[in-house]
């Protein structure tokens, strides 16, 4: 099970720190992915970390403002997103990969129930 929190309303150029806590499973055996769906859009990928930490990408549009980590010994992951943006409203996933390493959303196992972001201009 995957729990998603953090989400909220925030002025632009703010930040908020997602987290999502993992239970019923070996964490440390999942690849991690954050994942957004704004209204209107298909979900899309926004960054996944290895199973160690040691590997993360992001998508283009957020390098260098957000920062996806994990603590293996909480069982949790987090996105810490900085000079958020109007275009970053959304409802923001993540998710659980056992077998791969990927930005595919069709890829994951393990999903949580999202969590709303929503930044104002």
Known sequence: QL??????LVQAGGSLRLSCAASGGTFSKYAMGWFRQAPGKERAFVARISRSGGSTYYTDSVKGRFTI?????????????NSLRPEDTAVYYCAA????????????????????VTVSS
């Open 3 to 8: 729990v998603e929190s953090g989400g909220g």
């Open 97 to 116: 990969d056992l077998n791969g390493f990927t930005s595919q959303v069709r890829q994951y196992d393990y999903w949580g129930q999202g969590t709303q």
């Open 69 to 81: 980590s994990r603590d293996n010994a909480k069982n949790t992951v987090y996105l810490q997103m």
